[in-house]
């Protein structure tokens, strides 16, 4: 009898925590948004001197509240699945464990407070808690999007370090040391500003066949700007079809992406 409602409680549990189809898990979700982005807030106020000065301690005690509730999540979700290390070793279970340890680590590790910084990779969960709402389909099109159209962006950037090589060695060519192209390298880097569209102002050439290159190379950046957005849209329209929103995650495998129909894990065949 205890065994079969500890399985309850457990499942019960991975629900709340793992899934968004429910009430309490969609619940769970929105604190769990809530909390991320006052963390990070936090770690924001503590990197103002003036602040920090002033309210330290009240900071300090906050980020010990969230932390303590970020520590016993990070437990619940290894406590409610059959294979832990599934999710420990997994992308999000090594972010939120980064996101975790930083303040406790500056305790028992001297100059250890530089790691406090690691907090804000609690933004990087909002991307898996986003599930909850409707955003799930569009982002699932555009990952499958982004990840058609790889290796044309590949070619393309490939392409346009080439193009700067080219460029940057052709202006160093042409513009003397006091100009600020001391070296190809150097060159290479104004390409890529000017380029980009970035323009820092730093190194700016003087001649005008120096000037009639820049012009050109500031006319090209506005169209390879333009490309590798062409590349995603097309690879997104043709992506675009009718996506499962169902957030149930294996309890035994962690595994996630399972069709709306699905009554066993595609990758364990454990019961969902």
Not at 132 to 139: C, I, N, P
Not at 141 to 147: E, N, R
């Amino acid at each position: 009898m205890k065994t079969s409602e500890h399985k309850g409680i457990k499942h019960k549990l991975h629900e709340i925590i793992y899934e968004a189809d429910t009430p309490m898990g969609k619940a769970f979700d929105v604190l769990l948004v809530i909390l991320i982005l006052f963390s990070v807030l936090l770690v924001m106020m503590e990197s103002v001197t003036s602040i920090d000065i002033k309210y330290h301690n009240i900071l300090l005690k906050l980020e010990w509240a969230v932390t303590l509730f970020f520590t016993v999540e990070y437990i619940a979700r290894i406590a409610c699945i059959e294979k832990p290390k599934k999710y420990i070793f997994s992308f999000y279970g090594i972010i939120d464990l980064l996101a975790t340890i930083p303040l406790y680590l500056s305790y028992i590790l001297a100059g250890s407070q530089v790691l406090l910084a690691l907090r804000a990779f609690r933004l990087l969960r909002i991307f898996r808690i986003l599930k909850l709402v409707s955003f799930l389909g569009e982002a699932s099109v555009l990952k499958q999007a982004i990840k058609d159209s790889r290796n044309k962006i590949l070619v393309f950037i490939y392409f346009v370090l080439i193009l700067c090589v080219i460029m940057g060695t052709l202006m160093y060519l042409i513009e003397d040391n006091e100009s600020g192209f001391t070296s190809i390298p150097r060159s290479i880097y104004w390409t890529i500003v000017t380029l980009t569209t970035v323009g820092y102002g730093d190194i700016a050439p003087q001649t005008p066949l120096g000037q009639l290159l820049a012009s050109v190379i500031m006319v090209l950046g506005y169209g390879i700007i333009a490309v590798p957005t062409g590349i995603v849209t097309v690879a997104f329209n043709k992506s675009k079809k009718e996506i499962s929103l169902n957030t149930q995650v294996c309890q035994n495998c962690n595994a996630d992406k399972h069709s709306d129909q699905a009554s066993f894990c595609y990758k364990c065949g454990h019961c969902l």
